[in-house]
Each structure stands twice: as structure tokens, then as C-alpha cells.
């Protein structure tokens, strides 16, 4: 079964940074959209960042020049780089496939807060 593996988070002050990272198994990875999902306190889990196969990324509007996903498919993984933070993106973070959802893993919790 595929699992997703999510690690990295923590609490920060705004304008601080974060590297998120998500190992996901299965020998087919490569093939895959993938993406980092945000689900925040009394709200709906939604997409931040997605990346395809080759390579090409979409973003939220509200993390645009923020937020880079990138991938490296040799190891399964998939990242997630967060700049200049704000209080709004305090969330739990998860990462899946961007064209199918699997099953959730755990989320890795983002608290920026000064």
C-alpha cells in the first residue's frame, strides 16, 4: 500500500521559514502528480501546491512566492519550502497524490506565531 510520510513542522515566528518533506513509498512514484494539502482549525483541507511528473507546479493564490514544491523522485520524496510566514498559514500540512487521493498520513503541524 502506498503511505505517505509527512515530517518537518514546528512553531515559527512570522517572516521565518520552514522545510517540510514527505517520503512516500511504492516503486512507481515517479509517474506521479503530487501534492501538499493544508487543513487549518474548523476548516476544509485544501491544495497549496501541486507537481507533476515533468515537473511543472501550481500554487494557491494565498502562498504564491511563498511556498516552493519541489520533488526527487530517486528517493520518493516530496518537499516543501515555506517562506516569509504568516499567522494564516499556521495548519496541519499533508501531502498525497495530486491526481488520485490515497490514504491520508499524519500531517506535520505548522504554527507561526510570535
Known amino acids: 500500500q502506498v503511505q505517505f510520510v509527512e515530517s518537518g513542522g514546528g512553531l515559527v515566528q512570522p517572516g521565518g521559514s520552514l522545510r517540510l518533506s514527505c517520503a512516500a513509498s511504492?516503486?512507481?512514484?515517479?509517474?506521479?502528480?503530487m501534492a501538499w494539502y493544508q487543513q487549518a482549525p474548523g476548516k476544509q483541507r485544501e491544495l497549496v501546491a501541486r507537481i507533476t511528473n515533468g515537473g511543472s507546479t501550481n500554487y494557491a493564490d494565498s502562498v504564491k512566492g511563498r511556498f516552493t514544491i519541489s520533488r526527487d523522485n530517486a528517493k520518493n520524496m516530496v518537499y516543501l519550502q515555506m517562506n516569509n510566514l504568516k499567522p494564516e498559514d499556521t495548519a496541519v500540512y499533508y501531502c498525497n497524490r495530486g491526481d488520485r487521493i490515497l490514504s491520508w498520513g499524519q500531517g506535520t503541524q505548522v504554527t507561526v506565531s510570535s
Open positions: 511504492g516503486r512507481i512514484f515517479s509517474i506521479y502528480s
